[in-house]
């Protein structure tokens, strides 16, 4: 069974701070997803990382790919409050799945 | 393109109800998927399909149905409604493995 863990679960850091959020899986897969949500709202696709070695940068948001230590990061550049949400990691459960398997999820807290 | 929609937005039940969540797209996406949010928690997958008329169970099934007659439909159908659905549930579209659109969500209750 595939398992996804989140770490930090919650994280308040300053506004103009660094800071990388991890996502842990237990098995073999080579497309990872992050996702965004809002408080009350739905989530919000930002990354699809689909091969070892992937990064991708939007904004003040990094993600990378580690398909050998089974590891992703989402990197934080200088936060701004407006970047408070939960972010999601999920993992393909597998060669030849439709499945996805999420993380409990990242409650970021930007604090002015 | 008005992306994923969900109906309704909010619902309350009774034990013992049945309901059927709506859920329709227009971005012509193959695959879809319905997700359940508990608090606190990342998304549980319940069904998905990968084309009309093929559906198959996700991680938590039980107490739920599916049926996808056309691309644009992928309806939940909630038979018996127990305290353990209360849950906000979302649907979602793709093409093929990429990124998956979300629906607003249906929170639902059952008292």
């Known amino acids: 069974e595939l398992k996804v863990e989140q770490n930090p679960l919650f994280l308040s850091m300053q506004e103009g701070k660094n800071y990388t959020i991890y996502c842990n899986y237990s098995t073999t897969s080579d497309r990872l997803y992050w996702y965004r949500q809002d408080p009350g709202k739905s989530l919000e696709s930002l990354f699809v990382l689909l091969s070892n070695g992937a990064v991708k940068q939007e904004g003040r948001l990094m993600a990378s790919l580690d398909t050998k230590a089974r590891l992703s990061t989402l990197h934080i550049t200088a936060a701004v409050h407006d970047l408070s949400a939960t972010y999601f990691c999920a993992v393909l459960s597998g060669a030849g799945s439709y499945q996805l398997t999420f993380g409990k999820g990242t409650k970021l807290s930007v604090i002015p | 393109n008005a992306g994923v929609t969900q109906t309704p937005k909010f619902r309350i039940l009774k034990i013992g109800q049945s309901m059927t969540l709506q859920c329709t797209q227009d971005m012509n996406h193959n695959y879809m998927y319905w997700y359940r949010q508990d608090p606190g928690m990342g998304l549980k997958l319940i069904y998905y399909s990968v084309g009309a008329g093929i559906t198959d169970k996700g991680e938590v099934p039980n107490g739920y149905n599916v049926s996808r007659s056309t691309t644009e439909d992928f309806p939940l159908r909630l038979e018996l409604a127990a305290p353990s659905q209360t849950s906000v549930y979302f649907c979602?579209?793709?093409?093929?493995?990429?990124?998956?659109?979300f629906g607003p969500g249906t929170r639902l209750t059952v008292l």
């Open positions: 979602a579209s793709s093409y093929s493995l990429n990124e998956q659109f």
